[in-house]
T-cell receptor, first 109, second 115 residues
């Protein structure tokens, strides 16, 4: 299965700390994406990293991709209480995408 | 511009009844996905439509589930003879393959409760 698997399942940190979430997958992919979900409803796209890229930044987000290890990490720097949400990685082969079970991040004020 | 919309936002039905869930994707998006998410769980892939190709139905959990996409736009997910384990949030997403972007845009979901 190409489905991503995130770890940890849950992460609790203090505001201002950095949060790191990891994703592993099993098959070759075109790209890997990270999404955020608040309140159990629709997901919001955060960042996409292509299979030929190793690192990408967007604001306080930093994503790395290691295709040899079939793994990715999402780093959120200087976390805020508003970052509390579930974060999902999704692996894509063209438009065929599969999501992992997610990491539940809690940022305490 | 308009995002992905889903209706109804909430649906309560009795066990054994049929339900239809609707998804209106972003105009021009060729790919449409249905997912199911149980409380506190990840997204379970159900079905994927890409243009005029045959849909990937590999995620449908049983033959009580079916989906169609008319005219390459609106999609309907139908669940026949609903069971309590069908209770979940059903999410629809669409994406465009133009420019190789592929990121998905999600609707707000339909929360289905089977009593």
């Amino acid at each position: 299965s190409q489905q991503g698997e995130e770890d940890p399942q849950a992460l609790s940190i203090q505001e201002g700390e950095n949060a790191t979430m990891n994703c592993s997958y099993k098959t070759s992919i075109n790209n890997l994406q990270w999404y955020r979900q608040n309140s159990g409803r629709g997901l919001v796209h955060l960042i996409l990293i292509r299979s030929n890229e190793r690192e990408k930044h967007s604001g306080r987000l930093r994503v790395t991709l290691d295709t040899s290890k079939k793994s990715s990490s999402l780093l959120i720097t200087a976390s805020r209480a508003a970052d509390t949400a579930s974060y999902f990685c999704a692996t894509a082969v063209n438009n065929d995408m599969r999501f992992g079970a997610g990491t539940r991040l809690t940022v305490k004020p | 511009g308009a995002g992905v919309s889903q209706s109804p936002s909430n649906k309560v039905t009795e066990k054994g009844k049929d339900v239809e869930l609707r998804c209106d994707p972003i105009s021009g998006h060729t790919a449409l996905y249905w997912y199911r998410q149980s409380l506190g769980q990840g997204l379970e892939f159900l079905i994927y439509f890409q243009g005029n190709s045959a849909p990937d139905k590999s995620g449908l959990p049983s033959d009580r589930f079916s989906a169609e996409r008319t005219g390459g736009s609106v999609s309907t997910l139908t669940i026949q003879r609903t069971q309590q384990e069908d209770s979940a949030v059903y999410l629809c997403a669409s994406s465009s393959s133009s420019g190789g972007r592929y990121e998905q845009y999600f609707g707000p979901g339909t929360r289905l409760t089977v009593t």
